[in-house]
């Protein structure tokens, strides 16, 4: 069984500063992924930034990049510069590489507000 | 990355009627999933529907309540029957595509659902 934990409901971060999204996991798979999606309040779900566990390098996406602590259990999303239209609710989300168990376990997600 | 749509964008039930929900792929995809979100929760899923087989259910859903079809490669249909008021959700179908050489998880826009 997998799990993810986020612990901030909600985060506050200024216009241009940036922010760390918190995000613990559990799992008993070798081989596994971490996936992190943006969902504004249209409701869509955008894929944003993947590391894979045998990644020994932390995954980048332009603005975005994930902070994978293996030892910790850890996938911290890092967004830098935020902007206005960075403000959604972010979920961590897992699952297996192996295997035909292929779909993803969410997490409780972090509601972020970028201010002004 | 392949490109999702779904049909209808969002709907207003009444209560005892049913609603089938279409997501069309851009490619062909071996696995489909559909998610369900529950007014400011996470996504949970419903069922995985690969092609030619019968869908895989997940524990608390059941296929007289959400019924999918997999008639080919590129689409998929769930159908949410009987409805009542707890069924208003955010639906969501998802496909496996692969990114950069790696595989990963992109979602559709969603169906919004009220019922009334």
């Known amino acids: 069984a997998q799990k993810i934990t986020q612990t901030q409901p909600g985060m506050f971060v200024q216009e241009k500063e940036a922010v760390t999204l918190d995000c613990t996991y559990d799992?008993?798979?070798?081989?596994?992924?971490l996936f992190w999606y943006k969902q504004p309040s249209s409701g869509e779900m955008i894929f944003l930034i993947y590391?894979?566990?045998?990644?020994?390098q932390n995954a980048t996406e332009g603005r975005y990049s994930l902070n994978f602590q293996k030892a910790r259990k850890s996938a911290n999303l890092v967004i830098s510069a935020s902007q206005l239209g960075d403000s959604a609710m972010y979920f961590c989300?897992?699952?297996?590489?192996?295997?035909?168990?292929?779909?993803?376990?969410f997490g409780s997600g972090t509601q972020l507000t970028v201010l002004p | 990355s392949a490109v999702i749509s779904q049909k209808p964008s969002r709907d207003i039930c009444q209560r005892g009627t049913s609603l089938t929900i279409q997501c069309q792929v851009d490619?062909?995809?071996?696995?489909m999933f559909w998610y369900r979100q529950q007014p400011g929760q996470s996504l949970t899923l419903i069922a995985t529907?690969?092609?030619?087989?019968?869908?895989?259910?997940e524990s608390g859903f059941v296929i007289d309540k959400f019924p999918i079809s997999r008639p080919n490669l590129t689409f998929s249909t769930l159908t949410v029957s009987n409805m009542s008021p707890e069924d208003s959700s955010i639906y969501l179908c998802?496909?496996?595509?692969?990114?950069?050489?790696?595989?990963?998880?992109?979602f559709g826009p969603g169906t919004r659902l009220l019922v009334l």
């Open positions: 998802s496909v496996e595509d692969v990114l950069a050489g790696r595989e990963t998880q992109y």
């Open positions: 799992t008993s798979d070798q081989s596994y992924g």
């Open positions: 590391q894979g566990s045998y990644d020994e």
């Open positions: 989300a897992m699952r297996p590489i192996s295997g035909s168990a292929r779909q993803l376990t």
């Open positions: 490619s062909q995809v071996t696995m």
């Open positions: 529907a690969n092609q030619g087989s019968e869908a895989t259910y």
